[in-house]
């Protein structure tokens, strides 16, 4: 996507000069500015703890912010509730519990679409388009299911409302290599089905082998930008982000065995 063609229009999604944290005087977003354009993949990459997961929580209503706008198509829903947020199009799918462990495939799906019940029927056809699997087990229970098949409902759930914007938190975490590559493929299938996409993931090289453009936070700020490919052969990336995550992917894995 050249400067030219993204000059001419509104991000679908835009942070402006964010500043957000999650305790009275210290802020973990520092100026963080991010736009993803109608059909985007972004993502969002960067060293523990520098504010990423913050990204989409601030975002989502869930951190508070201190400085800068969240912009929807040009529309201010700086701080909305996460139920205002999601009627006007943003979904997210968090990190960790992102099912009801209790409830079916069907009533997880169900419960994404409780502000639209009436319109079940066709967002079920369009989630077991993407998740065929969640058809034919919609009568199990969420709880049963692997990591990789929990992922999928979470995902399936936030469709449902048909989001103009998906926000993912590390979608890969805690999953085998085999599970990781799955949902990768799944996230790259949902952005083809015309769903932008803001992604944050610990596994750099992955992220920015599929996503068309991407950010490196460094200290709450957007440290670097670029399409996925040419943050993966940045020198200055490589040297100063790469390498420190890849090894945090590897610490990650020796203190807990992937899940299936």
Same mark, same amino acid.
Request: proline share 5%; charged share 25%.
């Given at each position: 996507?050249?400067?030219?063609?993204?000059?001419?229009?509104?991000?679908?999604?835009?942070?402006?000069?964010?500043?957000?944290?999650?305790?009275?005087?210290v802020?973990?977003?520092n100026?963080?500015?991010?736009?993803?354009?109608?059909?985007?993949?972004?993502g969002?990459?960067?060293p523990?703890?520098?504010?990423?997961?913050t990204?989409?929580?601030?975002?989502?209503? /869930?951190?508070?912010?201190?400085?800068?706008?969240?912009l929807?198509?040009?529309?201010?829903?700086?701080?909305?509730k996460?139920?205002?947020?999601?009627?006007?199009?943003?979904?997210?799918v968090? /990190?960790?519990?992102n099912?009801?462990?209790?409830?079916?495939?069907? @009533?997880?799906?169900?419960?994404?679409?409780? /502000?639209?019940?009436?319109?079940?029927?066709?967002?079920?056809?369009?989630v077991?388009?993407?998740?065929? @699997?969640l058809a034919?087990?919609?009568?199990?229970?969420?709880?049963?299911?692997?990591?990789?098949?929990? /992922?999928?409902?979470?995902?399936?759930?936030?469709?449902m409302?048909?989001?103009?914007?998906?926000?993912?938190?590390?979608?890969?975490?805690?999953?085998?290599?085999?599970?990781?590559?799955e949902?990768?493929?799944?996230?790259?299938?949902?952005?083809?089905?015309?769903?932008?996409?803001?992604?944050?993931?610990?596994?750099?090289?992955?992220?920015?082998?599929i996503?068309?453009?991407?950010y490196?936070?460094?200290?709450?700020?957007?440290?670097?930008?670029?399409?996925?490919?040419?943050?993966?052969?940045?020198?200055?990336?490589?040297?100063?982000?790469?390498?420190?995550?890849?090894?945090?992917?590897?610490?990650?894995?020796?203190?807990?065995e992937?899940?299936?």
């Amino acid at each position: 996507m050249t400067d030219t063609a993204t000059a001419t229009r509104t991000p679908v999604l835009r942070t402006d000069d964010l500043v957000a944290g999650y305790l009275p005087g210290v802020n973990i977003l520092n100026g963080c500015t991010v736009d993803a354009y109608q059909g985007d993949l972004i993502g969002i990459i960067g060293p523990n703890g520098a504010g990423k997961s913050t990204l989409l929580k601030a975002i989502f209503g /869930q951190v508070k912010i201190r400085g800068g706008a969240v912009l929807l198509n040009g529309e201010d829903i700086t701080s909305l509730k996460a139920d205002k947020l999601v009627a006007k199009g943003v979904g997210m799918v968090p /990190q960790n519990n992102n099912v009801f462990p209790s409830l079916s495939i069907e @009533e997880n799906l169900q419960m994404g679409l409780f /502000q639209r019940p009436k319109v079940f029927a066709e967002r079920f056809d369009f989630v077991s388009g993407l998740f065929p @699997e969640l058809a034919k087990r919609r009568k199990q229970r969420a709880g049963s299911l692997s990591g990789g098949e929990r /992922q999928m409902v979470a995902m399936g759930r936030a469709l449902m409302m048909d989001p103009s914007v998906l926000l993912l938190d590390e979608p890969s975490a805690g999953l085998s290599p085999v599970r990781q590559d799955e949902t990768f493929l799944r996230v790259a299938e949902i952005n083809r089905a015309g769903v932008t996409i803001i992604m944050v993931e610990q596994n750099a090289r992955r992220c920015l082998q599929i996503c068309h453009r991407a950010y490196v936070l460094d200290q709450g700020k957007d440290a670097y930008t670029g399409t996925g490919r040419e943050l993966l052969t940045d020198p200055r990336v490589i040297e100063l982000y790469l390498g420190t995550l890849a090894a945090d992917e590897d610490a990650k894995r020796d203190r807990k065995e992937p899940e299936a």
